[in-house]
Each structure stands twice: as C-alpha cells, then as structure tokens.
C-alpha cells in the first residue's frame, strides 16, 4: 500500500513546484532591449480578471482584440496599434507607452492621469501578463496575451494559476471571443498603406 500513494505524492510535486514557481515569477522584473525586440510584433488580447470596477466595466466591452508593439530600444518607447472590437465594431487606437526598465513597467498618459501596468514573462514565450495595482486587493488586475487568436488550454492553466496566486478566483475571469473580430479589414487597409509608403521611400 506504501508504493502507490508515495508514488501519488511523488507524482505530484512537480505540479506544486510548477505552481510555487509561477507564484515567485508573478513578478515583473527589468526590461532589456531583448525583452523590448521579443515583445515587439503582433499579439492578442485572450482574458483579464479586474477588480477595479472602471476597468472592469472597460474589459467586459472588449468582445475581441489584438495589437501591433513596436519598440524604439534608445527612447524607451513602445509604438501601440490596437484593433479592438467593441459593440461589434472596430476602434482603432494609436499610442505610445514609455517603458520604466528598472521595474518593469509599461505607463500610458491619458486626460491628465498615468496608466502603469508591469510586465510579467511566462516560461511560454508565446505568452505574456500584465498585472495592474498587484498589492491592492480592491483594484488589482491582471491580462492574458498570446501570439495566435486562440489559447491552448495549457496555456489557460497558467492564466488561472495566475490568478490564483494574485487570490482571485477563476470565475473572475472575462474572455475575448475572436470570432467577433470586426478589425481585420481595417488592419489590412493600413498594412496595405504601410506597404506602400515604404515602396514609395
């Protein structure tokens, strides 16, 4: 009888170490220039779990979502082109955020108020985290990207572990539905201009 339930146990204390670790890496850490060069490109946005009730109001609107970054490595800037879709249609933005290496940050200035959100880098390189007010339990927040429309259920897993360790729970959690998508006509208009600015330069 011994076997079997240490073999049980033994089976799963690389789950709970996996689980440790994602709790200690909830943290951001300094931006590089080769954090700025791999987070450029294009990702979309998948689930946000907010407790703030503006931004969660905001995040509950947001039907789909995806972004170009475009990182400029001595200014310390990050170019945002966003298409998200809301009330089935597409709101384009344009703007930039100024990179805070030393903590990790990301900050946006919009009608006289500074947005701050810290960048969190996952084992998956194929994903990432935002977490906003991580210390306040009230307006504490946290957003999910990837590099394709759709997550893999692993890497749904790690947004929920996520969640967890920040104490919120998986019912908090809003998703995006690309299926709603109205902006890929729209991001194909202005990839069609840029082609054709940089023939004509």
């Known amino acids: 009888m011994m076997l079997p339930w240490a073999l049980a146990i ?11 670790l994602s709790c200690a890496n909830l943290t951001a850490t300094p931006i590089t220039n080769a954090t700025l060069e791999w987070i ?41 082109r966003e298409y998200p879709t809301v009330g089935d249609k597409c709101i384009y933005n344009s703007s930039y955020l100024k ?15 500074e947005y701050v959100v810290y960048l969190v880098l996952l084992q998956d390189p194929r ?8 210390e306040d339990k009230q307006n ?21 572990e996520a969640m967890a360790c920040m104490g919120m729970q998986k019912s908090e959690a809003m998703y995006t539905d690309w299926k ?7 991001e194909k208009q202005h990839e069609e201009e840029r082609k054709k600015r940089t023939e004509e330069s």
């Open 10 to 20: 033994l089976s799963l204390l690389p789950l709970m170490e996996a689980q440790k």
């Open 40 to 80: 450029s490109g294009k990702w979309f946005y998948i689930a946000s779990a907010v407790r703030n009730p503006k931004y969660k109001q905001e995040a509950q609107a947001i039907q789909a979502d995806f972004f170009y970054f475009t990182a400029n490595l001595t200014e310390d800037t990050v170019l945002l």
């Open 99 to 113: 990179v805070q290496r030393e903590n990790g940050s990301f900050s946006h200035h919009e009608v006289g108020r």
């Open 127 to 134: 994903t990432f985290i935002f977490t906003a007010y991580p």
């Open 140 to 160: 504490q927040g946290l957003s999910f990207y990837t590099d394709k429309p759709e997550a893999t259920q692993e890497q749904l897993e790690v947004f929920h």
């Open 180 to 186: 709603k998508d109205q902006c890929g006509p729209l």
